[in-house]
């Protein structure tokens, strides 16, 4: 599972200049300590490392399911490796790459989601730190999607705009771009009937597709869990829950020697929950009480609330209709949609 200085990305790797080259690294005195650095305070150097603490540096790197991994692996007791709180990839500027540079450098073991080399223009994809880092061991994870619970919930992304998220939540519904698409209106009905079979099918489907990807591109794979983890497998499609983590944490806790991760006392990705609904309960089997309702960050949202303004996101963004109903065509046709 530990591969030395090996590339996550299977692309062709292309000459890249230092990182140091790019963005010299300001001095924590040019840096406002605004509640941003202050939560990376270390990465940005306006907080000081334990003094006390001489292990070697692991890094975890990846979007926001890295620092609840992260979390997870340094609540090992026997961990012979120090973690660093890092910003997600897609919060990354050109302004940080020093500090990334800084960083990794110093890393005897990047834990990496396969990051694509030159991510968003710069140098911060999988294959760039191991450029970085050449002696470093490298364990490949992967970005885990789960749309099981969810069935209707995808996400999608528009070349134009590749930051874009619909208004309200950062997930498109199936059946909110189906009912645009089709131009029916606010009022209009807008839900679908599926039968539970179809339900199933698609909890599958989702699984397979991270199969896929596991054995292409990772070193440890967590698939195989998301089925029996039931209604704790996920709160959204991409916030898996605290079973999964600790699960994955565990697997590389055991490839880097250290004893098993010790289960924290919040939900890590739980700022984010969805409706789950009585009907995927029941095709799946689960126990599990029914969410008529989203709750992000606290705030309660209506699943009516959430489809309004999303569908009035669609008016001003209609380029997005086409783009998820043509990256979803399969689940589409799974369920019995099109």
């Not at 924590?28 to 940005?44: I, K, M, N, P, Q």
């Not at 396969?114 to 490949?140: E, F, H, T």
């Not at 679908?192 to 599958?204: G, K, L, S, T, W």
């Not at 440890?220 to 699960?247: C, F, M, Q, Y």
Request: charged share 25%.
């Amino acid at each position: 599972m530990l591969r030395r200085g090996v590339s996550t990305d299977d692309e062709r790797r292309q000459p890249r200049r230092s990182m140091c080259s790019r963005a010299p690294m300001r001095s924590s005195d040019d840096l406002a300590a605004d509640g941003r650095t202050r939560h990376y305070g270390e990465f940005y150097g306006v907080t000081e490392a334990p003094g006390t603490d001489d292990r070697e540096m692991l890094v975890v790197w990846g979007n926001c399911q890295a620092e609840a991994l992260r979390i997870v692996l340094s609540s090992s007791p026997d961990l012979p490796f120090r973690t660093v709180r890092v910003p997600p990839v897609h919060e990354l500027e050109s302004s940080d790459l020093a500090r990334v540079e800084h960083l990794v450098r110093r890393a005897a073991v990047i834990v990496s989601q396969p990051v694509r080399a030159g991510y968003r223009g710069l140098p911060i994809g999988g294959p760039d730190l191991a450029d970085m880092a050449p002696s470093a061991s490298v364990i490949v994870w992967p970005v885990i999607r789960y749309g099981g619970l969810y069935p209707f919930q995808v996400i999608a992304r528009h070349p134009a705009q590749p930051s874009a998220v619909p208004a309200a939540v950062p997930y498109h519904d199936l059946r909110t771009v189906l009912a645009v698409r089709d131009g029916r209106g606010h009022d209009d009905e807008w839900d679908v009937d599926v039968a539970a079979d179809r339900i199933r099918e698609a909890a599958q489907w989702s699984v397979e597709q991270l199969e896929v990807r596991e054995r292409r591109h990772c070193d440890v794979g967590i698939s195989d869990i998301l089925l029996p983890a039931g209604a704790e497998a996920a709160h959204t499609i991409n916030h898996p829950g605290n079973r999964v983590l600790l699960t994955l944490g565990a697997r590389m806790l055991d490839a880097l020697g250290a004893s098993a991760p010790v289960p924290p006392s919040r939900d890590l990705l739980g700022n984010i929950r969805a409706p789950l609904e009585r009907r995927v309960i029941d095709a799946l089997g689960i126990e599990a009480s029914p969410r008529a309702s989203w709750d992000v960050d606290g705030a309660v949202m209506s699943d009516d609330d959430v489809r309004r303004r999303q569908m009035h996101w669609y008016a001003e963004h209609p380029e997005f209709i086409d783009a998820v109903l043509d990256r979803y065509v399969d689940l589409i046709e799974i369920l019995g949609l099109s």
